[in-house]
């Protein structure tokens, strides 16, 4: 089955600076894949995902690319403020008439940003 | 519009009990996941539902766990004679047939 591996595990910057997390995932075939934002105590939220037949996409800060020859994605984010503070989640699924869609989530990436 | 919701938010039980958790997921949303977040671990997959069809249940851990859930409304996850490694988050998020999923705030399960 699918399993996806996410580096850092924890990631201190200044504010002002950037931040990139990593993915990789094994399962050539999944075709989706979103990242979540989850403050402590709180529920995991959406940031931005992408699907496969596209390579980068941009939303304000944040920005994802996918290279999917290296079965590898990333996160970006530009000019950290205090409250990007958070643990990031990346995930990979297969979205299509016969799958589930269920999500296959890293292993988290604790983000500090220090004013 | 309302978000996901669960209840309890917070459950602690005893060694051997059983305990039920809820979900009411976004209304329309025809796809239901729950998922397990144990302390500082990223989210596992347990079980969905998409309408009427059979339920994905290729995640549960054992047969001390099921769920279910009546069409398109509430679903519940029941773990019986719990145990102290069930301690953890449980987590139920919902979709429209395609995503993204939303997530409920969780329920925090303390097995003592």
Known sequence: ?115 | GAGVSQSPSNKVTEKGKDVELRCDPISGHTALYWYRQRLGQGLEFLIYFQGNSAPDKSGLPSDRFSAERTGESVSTLTIQRTQQEDSAVYLCASSLSLPPQYFGPGTRLTVL
């Open chain 1, 1 to 115: 089955g699918e399993n996806v591996e996410q580096h850092p595990s924890t990631l201190s910057v200044q504010e002002g600076d950037s931040a990139v997390i990593k993915c990789t995932y094994s399962d050539s075939a999944s075709n989706y894949f979103p990242w979540y934002k989850q403050e402590l105590g709180k529920r995991p939220q959406l940031i931005i995902d992408i699907r496969s037949n596209v390579g980068e996409k941009k939303d304000q800060r944040i920005a994802v690319t996918l290279n999917k020859t290296a079965k590898h994605f990333s996160l970006h984010i530009t000019e950290t403020q205090p409250e990007d503070s958070a643990v990031y989640f990346c995930a990979a699924s297969l979205l299509g008439s016969s799958n589930t869609g269920k999500l296959i989530f890293g292993q988290g990436t604790t983000l500090q940003v220090k004013p």
